[in-house]
């Protein structure tokens, strides 16, 4: 990048074919973990996918913003030479898409939004639900970890366990999925995670989304798990303030391609097809 950090990418898919995928994580503060979805889609477009900085093999320390964030996306798209991409953002990379493409929009062929962006107060209910979702005995256990000035390896892996499981609509299955989670998407930085959860706070998406809907590309969609303790219903908020439709996958929550794999990759391809077919056909 032009401040001399590093980052680690990966490509899969024939790169000379354009317009590209970029698959765009989430977190803010995890590596890159989309590793399962994007041989869905590479056979159609090449995906590119990356470690942001801070995290992953991409190690860097600094303080971080949204801006610096957008900037090392618009980069690798000029060291990939790349003119315009087909962004598909999960979690907090729906955040980084949307704030992308607010500044760069010329350069966004497409965009699908996978669970998230969440505006308005949706974490009442997302507290609300993932406290249904846990015991008692969960729920006062991972308030104990939170309160650890210092945790050791098994207790990391223990609070990100009991913070994730609940991302499931499945209890059993999802508890294995966060577990494992816990102990490959490491290590979290949590100061990433604290720096841009506070200007979210100072500069929410929110306050941008009137402007966001006339710059999208002419191609957009939400999609979302429908058991995802986030509330749906923020996400049909969005996409009446957006204008866009909102496909909910049922019997899945935060990760849908985990828990419903075919349908995630027949949404994506329908998508992607959508997005890159019409230009190579006309060029």
């Not at 997302?126 to 846990?134: I, K, N, S, V, Y």
């Not at 490491?186 to 941008?208: F, I, K, Q, T, Y």
């Amino acid at each position: 990048m032009t401040d001399k950090a590093r980052l680690r990418w990966t490509a899969l898919g024939d790169m000379t074919r354009q317009p590209p995928v970029v698959l765009l994580h989430g977190g803010p503060g995890l590596p890159d973990y989309l590793g399962d979805v994007a041989p869905m889609i590479a056979d159609l477009a090449p995906v590119y996918r990356y470690d942001q900085r801070g995290t992953g093999r991409s190690r860097w320390q600094g303080s971080h913003s949204f801006a610096r964030h957008v900037d090392d996306l618009a980069e690798l798209l000029d060291a990939w030479g790349v003119p315009e991409a087909v962004l598909i953002g999960h979690s907090y990379g729906t955040d980084l898409a949307s704030r992308f493409c607010l500044k760069h929009s010329d350069r966004v062929a497409a965009m699908l939004l996978l669970c998230g962006p969440f505006v308005g107060d949706w974490r009442t209910g997302d507290r609300a639900e993932r406290g249904r979702r846990m015991s008692p005995a969960q729920q006062q256990r991972l308030r104990e970890l939170e309160g650890l000035p210092h945790r050791t390896e098994e207790q990391e892996v223990e609070l990100l366990t009991l913070a994730w499981f609940t991302d499931h609509a499945d209890p059993g299955r999802g508890w294995r999925w966060a577990a494992q989670g816990a102990r490959q998407r490491r290590p979290v930085n949590w100061a990433m995670n604290s720096e841009l959860g506070r200007e979210g706070r100072m500069d929410p998406l929110d306050e941008h989304l009137a402007e966001l809907r006339v710059r999208l590309p002419a191609r957009a969609e939400l999609l979302a798990g429908a058991e995802d303790p986030r509330p749906v219903s923020a996400l049909e908020s969005l996409a009446l303030r957006l204008a866009l439709p909102l496909t909910r996958i049922e019997g899945a929550g935060h990760e849908p391609w985990l828990e419903q794999p075919d349908a995630v990759r027949a949404h994506l391809r329908r998508f992607v097809q959508g997005a890159v077919v019409p230009q190579s056909a006309g060029g």
